[in-house]
């Protein structure tokens, strides 16, 4: 009986303790997402602007609104094509680099820390230095065309080049970070399977390639996959510093940007939000499904 | 079959200077730029390097027209506000989660896992409606606010203090200590490399952030750098690429340099990001 009290008293203790604890935690959870995420459900299904006296509910008509606005499906197309840009590229040239520098010995470490510059670096900064290398008369790339008798291109005015060019400064900051995931994925393919694979004939490093590598870097892959699809489809700061939007060349978070905090129209820019949160979401499902599955690999 | 693999050696390394040329390019441009004098930098061409060294000249008309080091202070400030509550917050709840059973703990968890991926974009809206209805906008405060729960650092914390000997907290106990000193002294320094790593992640994402800044500063006092450097871009309309290179240069410079100094730390800290 006694003992049974103090069971009782102790798991009580236990959970003032640990609410205790996390107190400040789930103060700040409810706070800073429970409530602002209920906020923004409720006000995508109102017309309310910022510093308007009243408001009404619309039902869904944000939504249908969306699908009809020209800027936002414009994004919505750009956000796409710029994912569909730097993904591959981004994939491809992070697991070669990886492949080349895992077999470097000595100067290893140099590329690694030339490859990852870029991810520490202040995108702002940056580009406005692709700014200046792109630009149409002073920039040493038009330079370099004109020079071959290429015809200059306006890499960040013509709707044509934007998004392509905003890639091709994605795919330069994220090729590092991808790089060093393959590098730890390399770096767990034990030696032996090489070796076995050479006993079986496999002798190229095509054939390694092919018969090891790609298969054991598999989970890996996959995993850089929705990481680099969630980075990309974030895109924003490019953008903000490049072209604010100008020639065609809205993407999702600079079109929500827009209408929230240039347009003030709440509601509207509240059912975007949703609509981003939903890819995001998705991608992130898939992503924490994927680390469950790594964590059987390694 | 020797020949052939130092061919293949030679040809490897051709393309990964190829490639970390191409990383590096535009380094190299921003710096040479920022030292060529006006009429050098309106001759377009393919050698970067200044052919007549211009001294400090555009480093000296950055600081004269744009307060970088004060944006500097800006990004500290707010770095070092968001971490500090971050862990402030976060090794309580984690221990919490960790080494405490109880009930609603389960709960508690899949709540932070869920909002482990909403991103500032998505809760940005109310989040401002509110802080302009109390006169925060334009404040430090604003800029630390959102970031001062980290579900990253409750997650990778957990994870670690869960590993921690639970007769260690028990002797702990007996001798009298309290609650919180466990957690503070005895729990928290065997997790010092994990709350390192947690710390260059923290710090990288929120020095280089611009969307939640470009929301609620509007004053040049209080710009972050990327703001800051938004801002002397936008001002310095024509093409006086001279300082505007001038600016990126002292502008990227802190994190070049930390990333140089503690490459290991950096590389672990920020791909972190990713197991988010």
Known sequence: ?298 | MKINSSLMHAASHCVLIIGALFMLMPFIWMLCTAFKPPQEIFEASLWPFPKNFYGFQHFNEVIKSAPIGKYMLNGVIVCAGILFVQLLVAIPAAYALAKINFTGREFLFICILGALSVPIQATSLPLYIAMSASNLLNTYFAQMLPFFLSMFAIFLLRQNFKSFPDEIIHAARLDGMNELEIVWRVVTPSAIPAITAFAIFSLVAHWNDLYWPLIVISSTELAPPPLGMLLFASAESGANYGALMAGATLITTPMVLAFLIARRRFIQGITMTSFR
């Open chain 1, 1 to 298: 009986m006694l003992k049974l009290n103090q069971a009782n008293h102790q798991a009580k203790n236990e959970n003032i303790l640990g609410w205790a604890l996390a107190l400040p935690a789930s103060f700040l959870l409810v706070m800073l997402y429970l409530l602002p995420i209920t906020w923004v459900i409720l006000m995508s299904l109102t017309n309310y602007e910022l510093g308007a006296i009243s408001f009404d509910w619309v039902g869904l008509r944000n939504f249908s609104k969306a699908l009809e606005d020209e800027v936002f499906l414009r994004s919505f197309r750009n956000t796409f094509l710029y994912v569909a840009l730097v993904l591959p590229s981004s994939i491809f040239l992070g697991l070669g680099i990886a492949i080349l520098i895992h077999a470097r010995k000595r100067t290893r470490s140099i590329y690694e820390v030339i490859y990852f510059l870029p991810v520490t670096s202040t995108l702002i900064a940056m580009a406005t230095v692709f700014q200046f290398l792109l630009h149409p008369k002073l920039g040493p790339v038009n330079y370099l065309l004109t020079s071959i008798g290429i015809e200059a291109i306006s890499f960040i005015s013509d709707p044509q080049w934007v998004i392509p060019t905003l890639s091709v400064i994605g795919l330069w900051q994220l090729v590092g970070f991808n790089m060093i995931l393959f590098l730890a994925g390399l770096s767990s393919i034990p030696e032996e399977l090489y070796e076995a694979a050479e006993l079986d004939g496999a002798n190229g490093p095509i054939d390694r390639f092919i018969r090891i590598t790609w298969p054991m870097l598999g989970p890996t892959t996959l995993f850089v996959m929705v990481t680099s699809c969630i980075t990309a489809f974030k895109v924003f700061d490019t953008v903000a510093t490049l072209t604010q939007g100008k020639s065609g060349s809205e993407v999702l978070l600079y079109a929500l940007y827009l209408e929230g905090f240039q347009y003030f129209k709440m509601g509207y820019a509240a059912a975007l939000t949703l609509v981003f949160l939903f890819f995001i979401l998705i991608l992130s499902i898939v992503q924490s499904r994927l680390i469950e599955k790594k964590v059987h690999y390694v």
